[in-house]
């Protein structure tokens, strides 16, 4: 089974670079963050014409997440138990082919000290909460979606100069961590050591040309789920597509 995540930035704009992409790559599941639509907009009749299910939690405008599958979807969560009506929708978990699948948009953040950094660090133990409530260990569990955190030093273009700063700074990177001591593994890592590739790159500096970038998204799974995994990578393709996102999908194959 080959599962993708995707910080698609509006998937009604982008609708047809998905489309495109899951033609010429046959994903079988595939996770998006920052859909930017609200649950009444979203596009189920093209992308059911293309052959995928899909459950979804959108907002206008902002956040939003996603799960497109080929197999049928089940036992689908949308929002951490602990969310309230209003909260941002970034966390969207359900069952596909005996995987928990949990898809999610970590929030940005801005610079240390500030509430919207500190809303970020505890919406990441929040998550390990979740996992450490409801998910066991020797389950098969996927986590994917847009962390907004570089884990490594390899994951950033200039780590001397991003040291710091928002997405590498040390507070981000310890909650990571932490939940990644849940029992993850980040298979992208497992399978490409020390191949420094990147996610992300920011459009306001020509990031891409310059390949300046970020590794902010990511697959981990539980340790059974790893030893399945056969190959991980980014595809740089579509970022450079006309009007593109900024992130580019990255894919894991599992046997």
Not at 156 to 180: C, N, Q, S, Y
Not at 191 to 208: I, V
């Amino acid at each position: 089974m080959k599962i993708a995540t995707w910080n698609i930035n509006s998937i009604n704009a982008r609708l047809e670079h998905i489309l495109r992409w899951l033609d010429s790559t046959q994903t079988d599941v595939l996770c998006l963050q920052e859909t930017k639509c609200r649950d009444s907009k979203f596009p189920i009749g093209p992308l059911g014409s293309a052959g995928y299910s899909a459950e979804f939690l959108g907002e206008k405008s902002y956040n939003g997440v996603a799960i497109l599958s080929k197999y049928p979807i089940s036992n689908v969560q949308k929002n951490m138990p602990d969310d309230v009506e209003e909260s941002p929708k970034r966390f969207i978990a359900a069952d596909v082919e005996g995987v928990r699948i949990v898809n999610i948009y970590v929030p940005q953040g801005t610079k240390p000290g500030t509430e919207k950094f500190d809303f970020k660090l505890e919406w990441l133990r929040r998550l390990r909460k979740y996992f450490d409530e409801n998910c066991p260990r020797d389950s098969d569990i996927l986590l994917c979606g847009d962390f907004n955190v570089a884990p490594e030093p390899i994951d950033v273009w200039a780590p001397a100069r991003r040291e710091g700063k928002i997405h590498f700074t040390r507070p981000e990177r310890a909650a990571i961590d932490d939940l990644m001591e849940w029992g993850f593994t980040d298979v992208f890592r497992m399978l490409n050591p020390g191949l420094m590739e990147f996610s992300w790159w920011d459009k306001k500096t020509r990031a891409f040309s310059k390949d300046h970038g970020l590794r902010i998204d990511h697959i981990w799974t539980s340790e059974d789920l790893a030893d399945r995994c056969r190959r991980s990578w980014i595809d740089r393709e579509p970022r450079g597509w006309k009007r593109p996102s900024d992130h580019a999908p990255v894919i894991a194959e599992f046997e």
